[in-house]
Nanobody
Framework: QVQLVESGGGLVQAGGSLRLSCVPS????????MGWFRQAPGKEREFVSA????????GYADSVRGRFTISRDKVKDALYLQMNSLAPEDTAVYYC?????????????????????WGQGTQVTVSS
């Protein structure tokens, strides 16, 4: 069974950093568009960042641009989210997502429904 497994979440003070990782099991996603989404308590899941299937282009939500960096390692078949200057409003469950459908080269997918495989999520809590 194909799965995405996130790790790297935890509790951090405001201004701190965390690095999330997403590793697939069951098949490779090295040529699949992937992204990160998050869901805060009482809120809907929202887009955070995404990258193309080749990793040559990225997209960010306005709220994280300049603080978060998405990257992928095709050798390790892993997706990362480096989060710096964390703030309490970044507290959420962070989800890794993959798009297994046919995708256009160079396109960054920003919408939740454009992804069809999701991880279980990893909790990020930022204390003030």
């Amino acid at each position: 069974q194909v799965q995405l497994v996130e790790s790297g979440g935890g509790l951090v003070q405001a201004g701190g950093s965390l690095r999330l990782s997403c590793v697939p099991s069951g098949r490779t996603f090295s040529t699949t568009p992937m992204g990160w989404f998050r869901q805060a308590p009482g809120k809907e899941r929202e887009f955070v960042s995404a990258t193309t299937r080749d990793g040559d282009s990225t997209g960010y939500a306005d709220s994280v641009r300049g603080r978060f960096t998405i990257s992928r390692d095709k050798v390790k078949d892993a997706l990362y989210l480096q989060m710096n200057s964390l703030a309490p409003e970044d507290t959420a469950v962070y989800y890794c997502a993959a798009r297994r459908q046919i995708s256009r080269s160079g396109r960054v997918y920003l919408l939740e429904h454009q992804y069809d495989l999701w991880g279980q999520g990893t909790q990020v809590t930022v204390s003030s």
